[in-house]
């Protein structure tokens, strides 16, 4: 007889695993403590008692923009520093707009940072410090691996050495700078890890990623993450290998299936019996027939294990982060981005758990 109990351990690691799929992830904030050392900093700001808004450009550097504040109160020059809170949502705001929102407000400087992602997990800024009346007092790159430095200004005022940097990173052209590294957030592909953690011993049990496309956090599943990156071949491998595992399971549920009705079948209730010889012979013909059924079921519930040994996946999981970098870098070039990685997608946090009878478990998981 079917006994439900015996399938308790069984039914609760599926439940644990289904569980999982659906709590989302966390990414560490960057660390900006060090990139902006006020000594540097205040070779890029020209006159006294000046009054400072800094504005975080696009979604994602306000911890870059929260770092130049703190810095900028460190300059004897500067005597007040302003939030971008007055100014509302600035996610789609250029430059230009952001400085026409601030110039009424009791202002002399509008200080706008985007943010960057460098190499090796690395983040890059860069600020360009407008006067109220849009002209550029100054602009510098920095980075989380790469601290500001000193620059002598030129007669303009503007720092030439950061002039080009900022060049080089944005692509030469300030006039339509904007208008492209939003096109590239939205084409841009970055990755959504997950990790699930068992609340009881906490051990990391599972690790995944998703790519995902763009600042609107469109999801990259299967093959449609290699369509995108123009990889026709893989995405055609992983559809072949996806069908062959469909198939399998198929066959091994009506394989299992058919055991089962097998058995049912062929059970055969003593209803007509008056001898006790007549009941050993169906007892034995059902035992048969349930040992015939329990084989059948067996072999059809071993087929349906096979698919979860099949990746689907043409590369592995590694390979698939390269080639994002390579969609990246080439979307970068394409885009005239130059050698930084302009992006303001940001980092998320988020987590789940459970608790039964049995225990229970827990989830976090982030973008990087």
Request: one cysteine or more; proline letters at 5%; aromatic letters at 8%.
């Amino acid at each position: 007889m079917f006994n439900l109990r015996s399938y308790r351990p069984a039914l609760a690691a599926t439940l644990f695993a289904l569980s999982l799929a659906s709590t989302p992830a966390y990414a560490a904030s960057p660390d900006w403590s060090v990139a902006l050392p006020p000594a540097a900093l205040g070779t890029f700001i020209d006159g006294s008692g000046l009054r400072v808004l800094v504005a975080a450009g696009g979604t994602g550097a306000d911890p870059a923009a929260s770092a130049l504040t703190v810095s900028l109160r460190a300059l004897s020059s500067v005597k007040l520093t302003m939030p971008d809170d007055a100014l509302g949502n600035l996610a789609e705001a250029d430059d230009a707009t952001i400085v026409a929102k601030a110039k009424v407000l009791p202002v002399d400087l509008v200080a706008v940072v985007r943010v960057f992602p460098g190499n090796d997990g690395a983040e890059n800024l860069v600020a360009t410090i407008y006067r109220v009346d849009g002209t550029v007092l100054s602009a510098f790159t920095a980075g989380t691996d790469a601290p500001l430095v000193s620059q002598k200004t030129t007669g303009s005022g503007m720092a030439g050495a950061a002039s080009s940097a900022v060049d080089d990173v944005v692509g030469g052209n300030a006039s339509d700078r904007d208008a492209r590294v939003k096109e590239f957030e939205e084409r841009a592909i970055w990755m959504q890890g997950y990790a699930a953690v068992d609340s009881r011993s906490g051990r990391i049990v599972s690790t995944w990623s998703v790519p995902i496309k763009g600042r609107y956090g469109e999801a990259l599943i299967g093959p449609s993450f290699y369509e995108y990156i123009g990889e026709p071949d893989f995405a055609r491998t992983f559809k072949k290998r996806k069908a062959t595992r469909t198939a399998i399971m198929l066959a091994g549920g009506a394989v299992a299936g058919g055991g089962l009705g097998y058995m049912l079948l062929s059970s055969q209730v003593p209803s007509q019996c008056s001898t006790d010889r007549c009941y050993e012979e169906i007892d034995r013909a059902n035992a048969q027939a349930s040992a015939i059924g329990i084989s059948i079921v067996t072999a059809g519930t071993v087929t349906l294990l096979i698919p979860f040994f099949i990746d689907p996946h043409p590369v592995k999981a590694n390979e698939r982060s390269r080639l994002v970098d390579e969609y990246n870098d080439e979307l970068r070039e394409e885009l005239g981005l130059g050698k930084a990685r302009p992006t303001s997608l940001g980092a998320t946090f988020s987590a789940g758990g459970w608790v039964g009878a049995d225990g229970g478990g827990a989830q976090v998981a982030g973008t990087f």
